[in-house]
């Protein structure tokens, strides 16, 4: 089994060192190549996602990826900027389905900024389609507006668009997703102002024929955002397209009290899979050794379930998590009075002896 591991910009680099760490202590035959991506990518070589980089994450069966960005690469034209390299990775591995669950962890109720009865025991799934929509929509660009109120004045665009197959396959993953859960799927759309998403509402009622034993709502989306601070746990899984998942899913870390909790998956058709934690690169606290590895941490126990077939390794982790939760140990971002704070190398070292 080959994993990439990428670990990219701002904490990127500690946080993936301890997910390293946990996996190489769990004894598997697990081989390792380490990789450049981003900004750090872009530093040593002029772009964000080089060719030895694609190229060692086609044949992993697994990617492990940190985060990438810096505000220092705004000014980059958008095709070197660090986000180009997820993106790329996305596009060309065929990644579309996006698992980001939101999972309160009994012991951090308190870190939300809701009250705790409404997030305790709070355990969502947010699939997101992670390779169509307006993200990769094209024509897109600028020119001079070609008609309307603003004809011949400068104008940007984008498209908004999603073709049957693509709505089809990830409205199977979620069905597929609910049937190991509680069965519900709110699928979240704009279909009362938009074509494409009235297109997706439709195509997602037609999948659901296959899987009468799921039930499925369908939601608008300014409801949805709505209805994740108000009532979070009426939702179990929640599949939307691209756009509206980027916004929602960092809606619903919120709610867990701290989005460095968070793992994600993104997988292709092949299940092989990209694995990063749902937060950023946070250059602000980068090499500070405050980060939260966590997040990174349990995406490496999705990569063993989904990608690599070792459910029982992955169930080890998410264990020893748990364990070194209930020890008291935060890193800052979770700490409240009355645990002990460390920073992120000993929460690393302490999931590595819980495992043990
Ligand atoms: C995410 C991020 C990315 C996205 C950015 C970094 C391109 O916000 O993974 O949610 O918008 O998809
Ligand atoms: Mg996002």
Redesign the pocket.
């Known amino acids: 089994m080959k994993i990439a591991i990428l670990p990219g910009d701002g904490i990127g680099p500690e946080i993936v060192e301890q997910a390293v760490k946990v996996l190489k202590a769990l004894d598997l035959q697990l081989e390792m190549e380490t990789a450049p991506v981003g900004g750090a990518a872009y530093e040593a070589s002029g772009h964000p996602l080089p060719d030895a980089t694609l190229n060692l994450s086609r044949a992993a069966d697994a990617i492990l990826f940190g985060a990438v960005?810096d505000w220092k690469y705004d000014q980059l034209e958008r095709a070197l900027r660090p986000?180009q390299a997820?993106?790329g990775l996305r596009k060309a591995l065929g990644l579309f389905a996006n698992f980001r669950p939101a999972i309160c962890y009994e012991q951090l109720t308190h870190a939300s900024s809701l009250k705790p009865e409404l997030v305790a025991g709070l355990d969502i799934l947010i699939i997101r389609e992670l390779t169509g929509d307006i993200y990769f929509g094209q024509p897109r660009g600028r020119r001079s507006a070609p008609d309307g109120a603003f004809a011949g004045a400068e104008e940007a665009f984008d498209t908004m668009r999603y073709a049957r197959p693509e709505i089809e396959r990830i409205a199977h993953v979620a069905f597929q997703a609910a049937r190991q859960r509680s069965k519900r799927v709110t699928s979240v759309d704009k279909a009362n102002v938009l074509e494409t998403f009235q297109f997706w509402k439709d195509v997602v009622a037609e999948v659901h024929k296959d899987y009468p034993d799921v039930e499925l709502s369908h939601m608008y989306v300014d409801n949805a955002a709505m209805q994740l601070v108000k009532a979070p746990k009426a939702f179990d899984v929640i599949v939307t397209g691209n756009m509206f998942g980027?916004i929602l899913?960092d809606e619903a870390s919120m709610l867990t009290g701290s989005i460095g909790m968070l793992p994600s998956a993104s997988l292709n058709a092949q299940r092989q899979g990209l694995y990063e934690p749902s937060h950023?690169s946070a250059p602000d606290i980068a090499g500070k050794g405050v980060a939260n590895p966590l997040a990174t941490i349990l995406s490496a126990a999705m990569m063993l379930r989904f990608s690599l077939n070792q459910p029982e390794a992955a169930d080890r982790i998410e264990a020893a998590v748990k364990q070194v939760l209930a020890q008291g140990l935060r890193t800052p971002d979770i700490h409240s009075e009355g645990t002990t704070r460390v920073g992120t190398a000993q929460m690393g070292d302490a999931v590595v002896n819980a495992l043990r």
Do not use: K, V
Request: charged share 30%.
């Open positions: 960005g986000e997820i993106l980027d899913s950023g």
